[in-house]
DNA sequence: CGACTCGGTTGCTTGATGCAACCTTGTGTG
DNA sequence: CACACAAGGTTGCATCAAGCAACCGAGTCG
Protein backbone atom coordinates (compact mmCIF):
# COMPACT_ATOMS: atom_id res chain seq x y z
CA UNK A 1 0.00 0.00 0.00
CA UNK A 2 1.17 3.27 -0.74
CA UNK A 3 -0.38 5.93 1.87
CA UNK A 4 -2.81 3.67 3.90
CA UNK A 5 -5.25 6.39 4.35
CA UNK A 6 -8.78 6.46 2.35
CA UNK A 7 -8.92 9.71 2.63
CA UNK A 8 -12.69 11.15 1.66
CA UNK A 9 -14.09 7.79 3.14
CA UNK A 10 -16.70 8.26 5.84
CA UNK A 11 -16.87 4.22 6.71
CA UNK A 12 -15.99 2.20 9.52
CA UNK A 13 -14.23 -0.61 7.39
CA UNK A 14 -12.16 2.38 5.57
CA UNK A 15 -11.07 3.45 8.83
CA UNK A 16 -10.66 -0.25 10.41
CA UNK A 17 -8.61 -0.83 6.89
CA UNK A 18 -6.87 2.35 7.38
CA UNK A 19 -5.23 0.30 10.46
CA UNK A 20 -5.15 -3.01 9.43
CA UNK A 21 -5.42 -2.97 5.63
CA UNK A 22 -1.56 -2.42 4.74
CA UNK A 23 -0.02 -5.16 3.59
CA UNK A 24 1.03 -8.17 5.89
CA UNK A 25 -0.79 -6.27 9.33
CA UNK A 26 -3.27 -8.88 9.47
CA UNK A 27 -0.98 -11.81 9.34
CA UNK A 28 1.35 -9.99 12.03
CA UNK A 29 -2.00 -9.92 14.31
CA UNK A 30 -2.87 -13.31 13.34
CA UNK A 31 0.47 -14.62 14.21
CA UNK A 32 0.55 -12.84 17.93
CA UNK A 33 -2.88 -14.55 17.95
CA UNK A 34 -1.20 -18.38 17.37
CA UNK A 35 1.59 -17.21 20.14
CA UNK A 36 3.94 -15.42 18.12
CA UNK A 37 5.29 -12.64 19.88
CA UNK A 38 8.92 -11.93 19.27
CA UNK A 39 10.51 -9.82 16.14
CA UNK A 40 12.34 -13.33 15.46
CA UNK A 41 9.58 -15.77 15.68
CA UNK A 42 7.42 -13.48 13.35
CA UNK A 43 10.24 -12.64 10.99
CA UNK A 44 10.77 -16.37 10.48
CA UNK A 45 7.26 -17.36 10.39
CA UNK A 46 6.29 -14.70 8.15
CA UNK A 47 9.45 -14.41 6.07
CA UNK A 48 8.13 -10.48 5.75
CA UNK A 49 11.31 -8.01 5.58
CA UNK A 50 12.72 -6.80 8.85
CA UNK A 51 12.23 -3.52 8.28
CA UNK A 52 8.44 -3.64 6.96
CA UNK A 53 8.27 -6.07 10.31
CA UNK A 54 10.07 -3.27 12.52
CA UNK A 55 7.24 -0.55 10.79
CA UNK A 56 3.75 -2.62 11.11
CA UNK A 57 4.45 -3.62 14.89
CA UNK A 58 5.49 0.07 15.63
CA UNK A 59 2.31 1.23 14.06
CA UNK A 60 0.68 -1.19 15.93
CA UNK A 61 1.84 -0.67 19.42
CA UNK A 62 0.86 3.15 18.35
CA UNK A 63 -2.59 2.01 17.62
CA UNK A 64 -3.42 0.25 20.81
CA UNK A 65 -3.58 -2.77 18.96
CA UNK A 66 -0.21 -4.45 20.34
CA UNK A 67 1.68 -3.84 23.50
CA UNK A 68 5.33 -4.04 23.98
CA UNK A 69 6.60 -5.94 26.70
CA UNK A 70 10.50 -6.53 27.75
CA UNK A 71 10.77 -9.69 28.78
CA UNK A 72 14.30 -9.17 30.24
CA UNK A 73 16.60 -6.85 30.19
CA UNK A 74 20.52 -5.97 29.37
CA UNK A 75 19.80 -6.69 26.74
CA UNK A 76 16.35 -5.36 26.69
CA UNK A 77 14.10 -7.83 24.51
CA UNK A 78 10.83 -7.45 23.99
CA UNK A 79 7.46 -9.19 23.36
CA UNK A 80 4.20 -8.03 21.30
CA UNK A 81 1.41 -8.92 23.32
CA UNK A 82 -2.75 -8.24 22.09
CA UNK A 83 -4.39 -5.66 24.04
CA UNK A 84 -8.53 -5.86 23.68
CA UNK A 85 -8.50 -3.78 20.52
CA UNK A 86 -6.27 -6.42 19.07
CA UNK A 87 -8.02 -9.16 20.46
CA UNK A 88 -11.30 -8.02 18.45
CA UNK A 89 -10.24 -8.32 15.48
CA UNK A 90 -10.64 -12.05 15.99
CA UNK A 91 -14.05 -12.27 14.32
CA UNK A 92 -12.71 -10.41 11.32
CA UNK A 93 -9.94 -12.87 11.21
CA UNK A 94 -12.56 -15.78 11.18
CA UNK A 95 -14.22 -14.75 8.71
CA UNK A 96 -11.72 -13.89 6.43
CA UNK A 97 -10.27 -17.58 7.12
CA UNK A 98 -13.06 -19.13 6.37
CA UNK A 99 -13.54 -17.08 3.69
CA UNK A 100 -10.36 -18.58 1.85
CA UNK A 101 -11.06 -21.99 3.20
CA UNK A 102 -14.80 -22.34 1.36
CA UNK A 103 -13.23 -20.41 -1.94
CA UNK A 104 -10.14 -21.28 -2.31
CA UNK A 105 -9.55 -24.38 -0.88
CA UNK A 106 -6.74 -27.16 -0.18
CA UNK A 107 -7.07 -30.05 -1.70
CA UNK A 108 -7.41 -32.11 2.02
CA UNK A 109 -9.20 -29.52 3.72
CA UNK A 110 -8.34 -26.45 5.45
CA UNK A 111 -4.43 -25.86 6.73
CA UNK A 112 -5.66 -24.74 9.86
CA UNK A 113 -8.46 -25.24 12.35
CA UNK A 114 -9.72 -22.94 14.79
CA UNK A 115 -11.39 -24.95 17.27
CA UNK A 116 -13.13 -23.81 20.93
CA UNK A 117 -10.87 -24.47 23.73
CA UNK A 118 -13.37 -26.03 25.86
CA UNK A 119 -15.04 -28.22 24.14
CA UNK A 120 -12.95 -28.99 20.96
CA UNK A 121 -15.52 -28.06 18.43
CA UNK A 122 -14.61 -26.19 15.45
CA UNK A 123 -15.66 -22.92 14.67
CA UNK A 124 -18.01 -21.44 11.70
CA UNK A 125 -17.28 -18.13 10.05
CA UNK A 126 -19.22 -16.27 12.49
CA UNK A 127 -16.52 -17.12 14.85
CA UNK A 128 -19.31 -19.82 16.79
CA UNK A 129 -18.42 -23.32 17.90
CA UNK A 130 -20.36 -25.90 15.69
CA UNK A 131 -20.20 -28.73 18.30
CA UNK A 132 -21.84 -25.76 21.16
CA UNK A 133 -23.43 -23.48 19.63
CA UNK A 134 -21.32 -20.82 21.78
CA UNK A 135 -20.82 -17.27 20.35
CA UNK A 136 -16.80 -17.18 20.87
CA UNK A 137 -14.15 -14.60 21.08
CA UNK A 138 -10.67 -14.75 21.01
CA UNK A 139 -9.67 -16.00 23.84
CA UNK A 140 -12.09 -18.84 23.85
CA UNK A 141 -10.21 -20.38 20.56
CA UNK A 142 -7.21 -22.33 19.47
CA UNK A 143 -5.53 -22.79 16.04
CA UNK A 144 -4.75 -26.62 15.48
CA UNK A 145 -2.90 -27.35 11.83
CA UNK A 146 -5.49 -29.00 9.70
CA UNK A 147 -5.61 -32.19 7.46
CA UNK A 148 -4.56 -29.84 4.43
CA UNK A 149 -1.62 -28.73 5.83
CA UNK A 150 0.63 -31.47 4.65
CA UNK A 151 -0.09 -31.79 1.60
CA UNK A 152 0.31 -27.86 1.47
CA UNK A 153 3.56 -27.79 2.65
CA UNK A 154 4.58 -30.98 -0.11
CA UNK A 155 4.02 -28.74 -2.30
CA UNK A 156 5.39 -25.43 -1.25
CA UNK A 157 8.80 -28.03 -1.22
CA UNK A 158 8.03 -29.06 -4.54
CA UNK A 159 7.83 -25.99 -5.83
CA UNK A 160 11.11 -24.60 -4.27
CA UNK A 161 9.88 -21.98 -2.04
CA UNK A 162 10.91 -24.03 0.95
CA UNK B 1 0.54 -3.36 -1.31
CA UNK B 2 3.25 -3.96 -3.91
CA UNK B 3 2.96 -7.54 -4.76
CA UNK B 4 -0.26 -9.30 -3.15
CA UNK B 5 1.06 -13.03 -2.80
CA UNK B 6 2.32 -13.41 0.91
CA UNK B 7 5.11 -16.08 -0.61
CA UNK B 8 5.23 -18.98 1.55
CA UNK B 9 2.62 -18.80 4.05
CA UNK B 10 -0.26 -21.26 4.31
CA UNK B 11 -2.74 -19.96 5.84
CA UNK B 12 -6.43 -19.52 4.68
CA UNK B 13 -6.29 -15.90 5.62
CA UNK B 14 -3.13 -15.00 3.56
CA UNK B 15 -4.87 -17.02 0.42
CA UNK B 16 -7.67 -14.91 1.19
CA UNK B 17 -5.69 -11.74 1.26
CA UNK B 18 -3.98 -11.94 -1.75
CA UNK B 19 -7.19 -11.56 -3.63
CA UNK B 20 -9.23 -9.09 -1.13
CA UNK B 21 -6.37 -7.80 0.64
CA UNK B 22 -4.95 -5.12 -2.01
CA UNK B 23 -5.30 -1.62 -1.43
CA UNK B 24 -9.14 -0.56 -2.18
CA UNK B 25 -10.63 -3.83 -3.09
CA UNK B 26 -12.62 -4.63 -0.16
CA UNK B 27 -13.88 -1.00 -0.16
CA UNK B 28 -15.02 -1.75 -3.85
CA UNK B 29 -16.22 -4.76 -2.89
CA UNK B 30 -18.43 -3.27 -0.06
CA UNK B 31 -19.09 -0.48 -2.59
CA UNK B 32 -20.69 -2.96 -4.78
CA UNK B 33 -22.66 -4.35 -2.24
CA UNK B 34 -24.56 -1.15 -1.83
CA UNK B 35 -25.63 -0.83 -4.88
CA UNK B 36 -22.81 1.21 -6.53
CA UNK B 37 -22.16 -1.23 -9.59
CA UNK B 38 -20.95 1.42 -12.43
CA UNK B 39 -16.89 2.54 -13.02
CA UNK B 40 -18.06 6.25 -12.98
CA UNK B 41 -20.24 5.21 -9.34
CA UNK B 42 -17.15 3.38 -8.03
CA UNK B 43 -15.02 6.38 -9.20
CA UNK B 44 -16.77 8.93 -7.48
CA UNK B 45 -17.75 7.45 -4.07
CA UNK B 46 -14.10 5.74 -3.41
CA UNK B 47 -12.13 8.47 -5.15
CA UNK B 48 -9.60 6.02 -6.05
CA UNK B 49 -7.28 6.57 -8.79
CA UNK B 50 -9.16 5.17 -12.53
CA UNK B 51 -6.38 3.24 -13.43
CA UNK B 52 -5.90 1.25 -10.06
CA UNK B 53 -10.28 1.07 -9.88
CA UNK B 54 -9.59 -0.64 -13.08
CA UNK B 55 -6.99 -2.88 -12.36
CA UNK B 56 -8.56 -4.23 -8.82
CA UNK B 57 -12.28 -4.99 -11.08
CA UNK B 58 -10.22 -6.93 -13.81
CA UNK B 59 -8.87 -8.47 -10.98
CA UNK B 60 -12.51 -9.19 -8.80
CA UNK B 61 -14.07 -10.28 -12.27
CA UNK B 62 -11.03 -12.50 -12.72
CA UNK B 63 -11.34 -13.80 -9.02
CA UNK B 64 -14.95 -14.75 -9.38
CA UNK B 65 -15.87 -12.30 -6.79
CA UNK B 66 -17.49 -9.59 -8.95
CA UNK B 67 -19.22 -10.42 -12.76
CA UNK B 68 -19.31 -7.74 -15.69
CA UNK B 69 -22.51 -7.33 -16.87
CA UNK B 70 -23.61 -5.16 -20.00
CA UNK B 71 -26.03 -3.16 -19.44
CA UNK B 72 -26.63 -1.29 -22.71
CA UNK B 73 -24.58 -1.93 -26.34
CA UNK B 74 -23.49 0.89 -28.78
CA UNK B 75 -21.41 1.83 -26.80
CA UNK B 76 -20.91 -1.06 -24.53
CA UNK B 77 -21.67 0.56 -21.27
CA UNK B 78 -21.19 -2.21 -18.14
CA UNK B 79 -22.35 -3.10 -14.67
CA UNK B 80 -20.20 -4.78 -11.80
CA UNK B 81 -22.29 -7.65 -9.49
CA UNK B 82 -21.10 -9.72 -6.62
CA UNK B 83 -21.23 -13.20 -7.08
CA UNK B 84 -21.83 -15.75 -4.39
CA UNK B 85 -18.17 -15.63 -3.48
CA UNK B 86 -18.47 -11.98 -3.41
CA UNK B 87 -21.39 -12.00 -1.30
CA UNK B 88 -19.51 -14.32 0.92
CA UNK B 89 -17.25 -11.34 2.28
CA UNK B 90 -20.00 -9.74 3.51
CA UNK B 91 -19.32 -11.31 7.13
CA UNK B 92 -15.61 -9.73 6.86
CA UNK B 93 -16.88 -6.72 5.83
CA UNK B 94 -19.55 -6.48 8.88
CA UNK B 95 -17.01 -7.93 10.96
CA UNK B 96 -14.31 -5.08 10.22
CA UNK B 97 -16.92 -2.49 9.77
CA UNK B 98 -18.29 -3.53 13.59
CA UNK B 99 -14.34 -3.21 14.74
CA UNK B 100 -13.78 0.43 13.27
CA UNK B 101 -17.30 1.43 15.31
CA UNK B 102 -16.13 0.18 18.38
CA UNK B 103 -12.71 1.40 18.42
CA UNK B 104 -12.62 4.63 16.47
CA UNK B 105 -15.96 5.68 16.81
CA UNK B 106 -17.49 8.59 15.24
CA UNK B 107 -18.77 11.45 18.21
CA UNK B 108 -22.17 10.98 17.56
CA UNK B 109 -22.16 6.91 16.40
CA UNK B 110 -21.07 5.13 13.76
CA UNK B 111 -21.29 6.46 10.07
CA UNK B 112 -23.24 3.85 8.36
CA UNK B 113 -25.57 0.82 9.97
CA UNK B 114 -25.89 -2.05 8.59
CA UNK B 115 -29.89 -3.39 9.22
CA UNK B 116 -31.87 -6.24 8.47
CA UNK B 117 -34.07 -6.03 6.04
CA UNK B 118 -37.24 -7.94 6.97
CA UNK B 119 -37.03 -6.63 10.61
CA UNK B 120 -35.08 -3.29 10.48
CA UNK B 121 -33.08 -4.70 13.74
CA UNK B 122 -29.43 -3.53 13.65
CA UNK B 123 -26.47 -6.13 13.52
CA UNK B 124 -24.03 -7.25 15.37
CA UNK B 125 -20.45 -7.84 14.71
CA UNK B 126 -21.18 -11.62 13.95
CA UNK B 127 -23.62 -10.47 11.57
CA UNK B 128 -26.78 -11.94 13.75
CA UNK B 129 -29.50 -9.20 14.02
CA UNK B 130 -29.66 -7.71 17.23
CA UNK B 131 -34.11 -7.68 17.00
CA UNK B 132 -34.12 -10.96 16.30
CA UNK B 133 -31.59 -12.94 16.77
CA UNK B 134 -31.02 -14.57 13.33
CA UNK B 135 -27.72 -15.37 11.34
CA UNK B 136 -27.79 -13.35 8.47
CA UNK B 137 -26.19 -12.87 5.06
CA UNK B 138 -25.38 -10.58 2.48
CA UNK B 139 -28.77 -10.47 0.92
CA UNK B 140 -30.74 -10.42 4.23
CA UNK B 141 -29.00 -6.82 4.77
CA UNK B 142 -29.04 -3.16 3.61
CA UNK B 143 -26.55 0.10 4.33
CA UNK B 144 -28.31 2.74 5.68
CA UNK B 145 -26.89 6.18 6.78
CA UNK B 146 -26.46 6.43 10.32
CA UNK B 147 -26.42 8.87 12.83
CA UNK B 148 -22.35 9.99 13.05
CA UNK B 149 -22.74 10.87 9.17
CA UNK B 150 -23.55 14.14 9.62
CA UNK B 151 -20.85 15.35 11.48
CA UNK B 152 -18.55 13.12 9.79
CA UNK B 153 -19.51 15.08 6.83
CA UNK B 154 -19.13 18.36 8.44
CA UNK B 155 -16.11 17.48 9.82
CA UNK B 156 -14.66 16.90 6.15
CA UNK B 157 -15.99 19.69 4.66
CA UNK B 158 -14.25 21.81 7.39
CA UNK B 159 -10.72 20.12 6.35
CA UNK B 160 -11.16 21.18 2.89
CA UNK B 161 -11.69 17.76 1.45
CA UNK B 162 -14.80 17.74 0.07
C1' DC C 1 -20.23 21.64 -34.88
C1' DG C 2 -18.99 21.52 -30.20
C1' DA C 3 -19.64 19.93 -25.49
C1' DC C 4 -20.53 16.16 -22.61
C1' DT C 5 -20.88 11.14 -20.78
C1' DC C 6 -19.11 6.66 -19.98
C1' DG C 7 -15.53 3.47 -19.45
C1' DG C 8 -11.57 3.03 -19.67
C1' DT C 9 -5.81 3.39 -21.05
C1' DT C 10 -1.24 5.73 -21.08
C1' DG C 11 2.71 8.23 -19.14
C1' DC C 12 4.91 10.28 -15.45
C1' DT C 13 6.05 11.02 -10.53
C1' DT C 14 6.07 9.60 -5.89
C1' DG C 15 6.55 6.50 -2.29
C1' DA C 16 6.11 1.82 -0.10
C1' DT C 17 8.15 -2.80 -0.29
C1' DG C 18 11.91 -6.39 -0.60
C1' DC C 19 16.56 -7.38 0.15
C1' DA C 20 21.08 -7.31 1.95
C1' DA C 21 24.27 -5.29 4.98
C1' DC C 22 25.21 -3.30 9.23
C1' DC C 23 24.72 -2.08 14.28
C1' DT C 24 24.38 -2.71 19.46
C1' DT C 25 24.20 -5.31 23.58
C1' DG C 26 25.18 -9.36 25.51
C1' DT C 27 26.32 -14.67 25.91
C1' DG C 28 28.77 -18.90 24.78
C1' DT C 29 33.14 -21.33 23.14
C1' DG C 30 37.92 -22.42 22.22
C1' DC D 1 41.20 -12.84 24.80
C1' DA D 2 39.20 -13.53 20.19
C1' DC D 3 35.49 -15.04 17.66
C1' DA D 4 31.01 -16.48 16.62
C1' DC D 5 26.28 -16.06 17.42
C1' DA D 6 21.56 -14.32 19.02
C1' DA D 7 17.95 -10.73 19.40
C1' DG D 8 16.03 -6.76 17.84
C1' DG D 9 16.31 -3.79 15.20
C1' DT D 10 18.15 0.41 11.40
C1' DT D 11 20.05 1.97 6.93
C1' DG D 12 20.69 2.18 1.87
C1' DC D 13 19.42 0.92 -2.44
C1' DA D 14 16.59 -1.07 -6.42
C1' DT D 15 12.01 -2.11 -7.85
C1' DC D 16 7.30 -2.02 -8.36
C1' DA D 17 2.64 -0.18 -7.28
C1' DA D 18 -0.30 3.89 -6.35
C1' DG D 19 -1.82 8.73 -7.44
C1' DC D 20 -2.60 12.10 -10.89
C1' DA D 21 -3.57 14.22 -15.18
C1' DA D 22 -4.17 13.79 -19.95
C1' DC D 23 -6.00 11.36 -23.62
C1' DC D 24 -9.10 8.24 -26.39
C1' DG D 25 -13.24 6.13 -28.82
C1' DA D 26 -18.08 5.60 -29.25
C1' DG D 27 -22.16 7.74 -28.84
C1' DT D 28 -25.72 11.57 -27.39
C1' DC D 29 -27.42 16.22 -26.70
C1' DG D 30 -28.16 21.12 -28.01
Chains 1, 2 share one sequence.
Request: net charge negative.
Amino acid sequence: MLRADYPGQICSIAKALEVVGERWTLLIVRDVMNGNRRFGELQRSLRVARNVLSARLQRLVEEDILERRAYQSSPERYEYFLTEKGLDLWPALVALQAWGDRHSPEPDGPPMLIVHKECGGEIDDRGTCASCGKVLHARDARALPGPGLESALAELEAVGAR
